[in-house]
């Protein structure tokens, strides 16, 4: 038997990727065009041609020895340097290797602060909707996850829901922007509110409350719009990125942990971090991989590829009558279910081969999550389905 609480956890866990696998078995049966998969936020632009080409310059080049064998927990420290020196070009600091930790994707760094940081019944709160597994990494290390439901109009941080949910228990705040689920970006000003009142909570509570900024969908903003840079609106700012989304290489888990030298206690949570590498078996970020960041920390996706799909499925749907708020970034689209039954909206949505993920999973309830990092054409042909859809319950 497995652990009481994992047990738990899967009980009440709604399962973005068994949706994807349901998709998979309709196919099957339906045909593969005629199934409209939006569940999962498995990018389908391909990776920039430096990606391959330099993971083959390293392979040729390096000594097989040395490549394959043990780096650092931390990383390899010309990776470091290098992405060091990235952060400070395009962000205007002063980050340096020893700030910088190499991790097999922003998932396991999420785990390993988790790990570093918390206590039994200890406290992290996240922005609603949220990433669903925030619950599970926080959970899985004995801690409580509190989430403080974003503004329900513009999914912007809401500053009293917010304060509410902090305590003298609180250890970690978890923030996503680009957001998955609903592909806001968190403004300026949302930011800088929630900088003022984890300063004074700080100060109140007499002890560090640190800022968890997670990124893999930093890169992917349209409209030339600018996502605000954490560390410079808060000293106790971690950094967690993941190359999955922007490089288009999610099965590759890829990123790092970032921290500027004058958050608090740095020297101890650095040791904190590089021994829960150990403890959780992630050992090491993959060599190969992080060699290959060295050509190409500069590179990303064609983001006009996702932003043209945004923009046909977003007016789309407002079209035929949906609501839906406007997504800034990421690959993902909130759109408010025709009944207040989320998960049982989904289950009618599949009456028309529409596969999507429902908000209540996210703690966003009311909501579905449409994943439209998909083919243009899927989206153009998907777009029947969700007339009749929306004629079912609007005739």
């Not at 962000?91 to 930790?101: E, H, K, M, S």
């Not at 893999?216 to 967690?240: C, E, H, N, W």
């Not at 970034?329 to 279910?337: D, E």
Request: hydrophobic share 35%.
């Amino acid at each position: 038997m497995i652990s009481k609480r994992l047990q738990a956890s899967l009980d009440n866990a709604v399962c973005i990727r068994d949706i994807f696998e349901e998709g998979k078995k309709l196919a099957a049966v339906y045909g593969a065009e005629n199934i409209f998969n939006f569940s999962i936020g498995n990018p389908n632009v391909a990776p920039p041609s430096i990606v391959n080409e330099s993971m083959k310059e390293v392979l040729d080049s390096e000594d097989p020895l040395t490549l394959h064998g043990y780096p650092a927990n931390v990383g390899h420290p010309d990776v470091r340097q290098c992405i060091a020196e990235h952060l400070n070009s395009r962000y205007g600091l002063n980050y340096d290797q020893n700030g910088i930790v190499m991790t097999s994707g922003a998932a396991s760094a999420l785990a390993i602060l988790c790990n570093t940081f918390l206590d039994r019944d200890d406290e992290v709160v996240t922005f609603a909707p949220y990433f669903w597994e925030y619950k599970s990494y926080v959970e899985t290390m004995y801690g409580r996850l509190v989430p403080a439901l974003c503004d329900q109009t513009t999914l912007q941080p809401d500053p009293k829901t917010f304060e509410a949910a902090l305590s003298p228990r609180t250890r970690m705040v978890f923030i996503n922007t680009p957001n998955n689920p609903t592909g806001a970006v968190y403004t300026e000003e949302s930011i800088k509110k929630v900088a003022e009142i984890l300063c004074r909570k700080e100060k109140e509570y007499g002890h560090p409350i640190y800022l968890v900024s997670d990124e893999p969908y930093r890169l992917l903003a349209y409209g030339g719009l600018k996502v605000p840079y954490l560390p410079k609106y808060y000293k106790d700012t971690i950094v967690v990125y993941s190359y999955s989304k922007t490089l288009s290489i999610p099965g590759e888990r890829v990123g790092y942990i970032a921290m500027l030298d004058n958050v608090t206690d740095f020297d101890n949570i650095l040791a904190g971090i590089t021994a829960s590498i150990r403890y959780l078996g992630y050992v090491n970020a993959p060599s190969l991989q992080q060699k290959m960041l060295l050509k190409c920390v500069d590179a990303t996706v064609d983001v006009s590829i996702y932003e043209r799909s945004r923009d046909l499925l977003y007016q789309s749907l407002t079209g035929i009558g949906y609501d839906c708020i406007h997504p800034d970034g990421a690959f993902y689209l909130f759109m408010r279910a025709l009944e207040p039954d989320d998960a049982r909206f989904c289950e009618r949505a599949k009456e028309e081969r529409l596969l999507m993920a429902p908000g209540t999973a996210f703690g966003g309830p009311g909501f579905v999550r449409i994943s439209y990092c998909v083919p243009y054409d899927v989206i153009e042909r998907s777009i029947p389905s969700f007339e009749r859809l929306y004629k079912k319950y609007r005739p």
